[in-house]
DNA sequence: CAGTTTATTCGCAATATTGCGAAAACGCAA
DNA sequence: TTGCGTTTTCGCAATATTGCGAATAAACTG
């Protein structure tokens, strides 16, 4: 379950910078859409905790649902930004769930 | 939800179950697409609720979320299947609104 | 009734998501 | 270390969703 997408650093011995890297470099959309990032991270460590919960390798979960274990990796990936309703109903489905969708109202605070 | 005989069914006001009389029943082949069918209805009635209540037309709304009239008439329409993650938040952004999904367990019968 | 606004439908191009294999990386136990 | 199953990454084709205008229908006003 990859947390990183930085690519390409050069090399640095320098702790700080390490962590300054995998928190910030190369995310803009997560400072932007910092609520939508969040939300996706939510979905994806959700996926995977069902599939634990279910006992069931990435493997096993693709077959259920007709796909191949590289998908539930992305799916599980929390910088994975393409989550689809229809793929949520697919993983909900074989595990037993649904998808329930609510709107709910925000608070912009003053 | 009542359960539904055969024959001499009792009348009822409600759109979406005469809908699902007209299109599912005694036809349990299409049972199992019963469940998503009504999800997606529940999702294009919302929208729809939710932009009544702002008290925009869908050219208002399509405007502020970057698109046009046609896109939002195809997301209210109850029979769209095509609903995405993506233009559900958009559409709950410009309603000061967040979109909470939540994996519910879900008993399985007959 | 004629005007005006809003809503709906249709077709196709543009964009986004999925399918899928292959290779690499990882974790673990003998 | 090796072997083995699992996970992750990458690239591109296939499918699905969106963008958008134009035409039509429907609803509302005077």
Redesign the pocket.
Known sequence: ??D??A?TLKPTSDAVEILHRRLYEGKPARLKNLEEARANEEIARKI?EL??AAAL????LAKL?????????????VDY????????R?IAGALNQRVEIRFVPIRRSA
Do not use: F, W, Y
């Not at 390798?57 to 096993?60: H, L, R």
């Open positions: 379950m990859p990183n997408k690519k995977q599939r634990s390798t990435q493997t096993q649902i007709g796909t191949t274990a590289s998908v539930i990796c992305r799916l599980e990936d930004e393409g989550h689809s309703l229809a793929m949520l697919r």
